[in-house]
């Protein structure tokens, strides 16, 4: 990496999801915890592929409510510097909205019926 004269690297430390966590906000407002992480951490989706070697079609999968294996939770906690039994009380903590989300999809589905 080239820093330009006088610039220093940004010292990066792994932080614990809370519920005062920015993320937890995210999802307390109804967002996937996918979306939550991405756009809290400004992470493009295409970065997040590329750098945890998970396909874009399993991260849609994932923002739609999949649950993730545990090799996926390590991967991303890695890329969002949080641990991965944070990560995992993030995709908990959606998990009603996620249901609720599903819910709405299917009703929707069934009025064309």
């Known amino acids: 990496m080239v820093y330009r004269k006088g610039e220093r690297p940004v010292e990066k430390e792994v932080r614990a999801y809370t519920p005062e966590h920015p993320v937890a906000r995210w999802i307390a407002d109804g967002d996937s ?3 939550a992480w991405v756009g809290q951490m400004c992470t493009p989706w295409g970065v997040v592929s590329k ?3 998970i396909s874009m ?10 649950e993730p294996t545990d090799e996926e939770v390590e991967k991303l906690a ?3 510097w949080t641990t991965p039994a944070g990560l995992r009380k993030s995709v908990e903590d959606a998990r009603p909205a996620m249901e609720a989300r599903r ?3 299917t009703a929707f589905e069934n009025l064309g019926e």
């Open 103 to 105: 819910a709405k999809l």
């Open 57 to 66: 079609e399993r991260i849609d999968e994932l923002d739609d409510g999949e």
């Open 51 to 53: 750098k945890t070697g």
């Open 33 to 35: 915890w996918v979306m």
């Open 78 to 80: 890695a890329l969002w």
